[in-house]
């Protein structure tokens, strides 16, 4: 994603995503089967490259390409850290989302929508054959990844996906609360989205602790139609290029 910042609202949208899918199959429900001709709900954001430039300067971290032979294990790093503080609405964050470097970048037109209450609303197409080369990045091992995708036998398709809900991160911490999650056009029920918000506030913390050299949020909130953060965020990220 990515400043480091953002992969807490990505990752808000992509991990509640892989997490409802595996779980949907697993429960022999297959959401992709019903979802190809179902489009992506359009929240009305529209960004242009300019937008997305300037997104990226806001928050200050140079991105620096690596090469395309680089393997997906060493394909995203953070390098340095540096105090942050600032405040982005719904049309920052989402030309920040887009502009994406990244072969692996794992879900593409993306948008996303915050609430005068705080609510955020998100809509993107997920590339699930990028979510394990994506995870390996992250610094998950190649064993652990295959493992939960067989677990789920998650197929690589792209599907349009659908969050509703809010967040928020105090020193470290994460709270995940999605309240609606869609799938292509299957609504997760109450009963298994419980268990997705709960897996995801595990792993963006433990991704948050991996990266504890580059990356620390003091306080990160959503009010206004606006994102603030306070923290600390890298002063250079590398990714490998297609």
């Not at 405040?87 to 970048?105: C, G, K, L, P, V």
């Not at 809010?166 to 609504?187: C, F, R």
């Not at 991996?210 to 306080?219: A, T, Y």
Request: with cysteine.
């Amino acid at each position: 994603m990515l400043k480091f910042i953002f992969k807490f609202i990505i990752k808000f949208i992509l991990i509640l995503a892989i997490i409802a899918i595996g779980l949907l199959t697993y429960l022999g429900v297959m959401p992709w089967s019903s979802s190809f001709g179902v489009g992506q709900k359009d929240l009305g954001i529209k960004v242009t490259k300019e937008e997305s430039v300037a997104a990226i300067v806001k928050i200050g971290t140079q991105i620096i390409g690596l090469p395309a032979v680089t393997p997906d294990e060493n394909s995203f790093r953070l390098e340095g850290t540096k105090i942050a503080n600032f405040a982005m609405d719904s049309q920052e964050i989402s030309a920040h989302s887009n502009n994406r470097t990244w072969r692996n970048y794992p879900i593409k037109n993306v948008q996303i929508k915050i609430h005068d209450d705080g609510t955020i609303e998100s809509s993107a197409i997920l590339i699930v054959s990028k979510a394990m080369p994506y995870a390996m990045g992250l610094g998950y091992s190649r064993d652990q990844i295959k493992e939960a995708m067989q677990k789920y036998n998650i197929p690589p398709v792209e599907v349009p996906i659908y969050i509703l809900g809010k967040g928020s991160v105090s020193n470290d911490k994460v709270l995940v609360d999605a309240t609606n999650v869609k799938i292509g056009n299957i609504a997760i029920p109450s009963n298994i989205l419980k268990q997705v918000n709960t897996e995801a506030k595990n792993v963006i913390e433990d991704l948050i602790r991996r990266n504890g050299k580059s990356f620390h949020c003091e306080s990160l909130t959503f009010a206004n139609g606006k994102l603030d953060f306070k923290g600390r965020v890298a002063e250079k990220l590398y990714v490998a290029t297609e």
